[in-house]
């Protein structure tokens, strides 16, 4: 009779942990779900970010070029001026 009753116990065990198990399957395929739906938003992201850095890059380089055009603008106006002071008046003394 033992030997039926661990038997009783081991299919009732069995009948008991297969809910439970499919439960724990059923949660991880939620959580593989939810994970799969955050990379594709992180992914779409990452998508905005790279292009933002190529917009902010481009503005750079035409910022960079804009600068250098105007520092050799002043670079060229402070060599248009004469070499020499113009001859100051002396005073005169009364």
């Not at 779900?33 to 970010?49: C, I, M, P, T, Y």
Request: aromatic share 2%; glycine share 4%; with cysteine.
């Amino acid at each position: 009779m033992t030997c039926k009753n661990a038997w009783a116990r081991l299919a009732v065990a069995v009948a008991l942990s297969l809910p439970l198990a499919a439960c724990k399957y059923t949660k991880t395929l939620q959580e593989n779900e939810q994970l799969k739906a955050q990379v594709a938003e992180l992914q779409k992201e990452n998508g905005q970010l790279g292009n933002n850095l190529e917009t902010m890059t481009a503005a750079r380089d035409v910022l960079t070029k804009e600068n250098e055009a105007l520092k050799a603008e002043i670079k060229a106006g402070k060599t248009k001026r004469p070499g020499t002071k113009a001859a100051s008046r002396k005073r005169r003394r009364r």
